[in-house]
């Protein structure tokens, strides 16, 4: 492979979303509400939300939006008693002080290095650049979503990321826990890693142990620079 | 003021392009040219080359694109003899080898720590990504021209930094050793401050020690940080 940049995705492969947001539920809501089953919920309702502008229903909406719009119904549904203004605006920067997993940051630093590093994400670049600021992830620069006004698997955000780095598609590795993230990646002619990561269903789903059409599969990050000699 | 992020532009004012661009010439055309006249001249063709863009006579171009034309220009008006398909195409990466002023990692550095960096430039994210890594720039983000498809001092470019950080306007810095770039942020509601760089253009002009109409006039960008407590 004759790579030059990894595009990451975050949520998941390099921050644990359900850890970070259970924390926060919990932090701010008590125990009106059972914290990891109502981060999962919500995290529910990302990919129907995120629909919702990839077929053109809504105009593009920025992440911290949807997650607002989806805890308003979500808080809505449930019957929480007084959830305040303060405490919805500030439950939906839980997504902006997630933790990183724990090998994420030595990896990072490692493939730094010798490689460009970008997420690519469909968090906002807003959200983006506080989870790096807080978690000390090296990025290179932040790509994703925001930049293109387009959802991932929309093809405009993978093609983004050769486009600005004025790289060959094959020169760019993209780096994910998903394997529907891999294949759209795939698909625009992207090499693709995938990363193991059991924990982040909380054991309520079990991503497999590896993805056969990636050209990678590791489970860790440090792994990752170990096979890219960085 | 209530700033949260700084948007630096680069060329003259974190980096000294004339340095830069006159030793790679030297590198590359030996005594076919006069080193430095041929870094004047072919930035004088930076402005012009962009205004076509602006005013849509051409379609979206990456910077390193006009520049490859500008320089194809330059050389046969010249009549520099036998520049090689290689050499042109090294030639315009001189633009992505520029070394900082000598205060400027220090500065960006501290201020980092208390602020939200990223460089606004015309240069497209590649030359901006080789620049920051080779120098050290220690950006959050990479914003600039061919985020949004815009040259300076079209709106669009300045809009974009509270946009894409969820900032208010006034809560983004314009940090620049121009004063027509900061007086169009200014124009879009940014706050502005001044870098006096005496030696951008090797003693043929003389900028202006300081912009009255900025928030801040600096001669260095540590002395921006202690003038912003960072």
């Not at 949807?66 to 308003?72: A, F, G, I």
Request: proline content about 8%; charged content about 25%.
């Amino acid at each position: 492979m004759d790579v030059h940049a990894l595009a990451f995705d975050v949520f998941g492969t390099v921050v644990d979303w359900r850890a970070g947001v259970s924390g926060e539920v919990r932090r701010l809501l008590g125990d009106r509400v059972d914290a990891p089953a109502f981060a999962d919920a919500w995290r529910g309702r990302y990919a129907p939300s995120m629909d919702r502008v990839r077929t053109g229903e809504l105009p593009w909406t920025p992440l911290d939006a949807l997650h607002r719009s989806s805890l308003d119904e979500l808080l809505a549904e449930l019957g929480v008693p007084g959830v305040d203004e303060p405490t919805r605006a500030e439950l939906v920067l839980a997504w902006h002080r997630l933790d990183p997993w724990p090998d994420a940051v030595a990896g990072l630093t490692r493939l730094r290095r010798r490689y460009v590093l970008a997420p690519l994400s469909n968090g906002n670049v807003a959200l983006l650049v506080d989870v790096a600021r807080r978690a000390g992830l090296p990025w290179d620069l932040v790509l994703g979503a925001e930049i293109v006004q387009h959802y991932k698997p929309d093809p405009e955000v993978y093609d983004s990321v050769p486009r600005l780095l004025a790289l060959r598609p094959e020169q760019v590795l993209m780096v994910a826990a998903h394997v529907s993230d891999l294949a759209a990646a795939r698909d625009r002619g992207l090499r693709t890693a995938y990363v193991h990561r059991p924990d982040e269903y909380g054991g309520l789903r079990t991503p497999p142990a590896a993805d056969p059409d990636a050209d990678l599969s590791v489970s860790s990050l440090p792994e990752l620079a170990d096979r890219l000699g960085a």
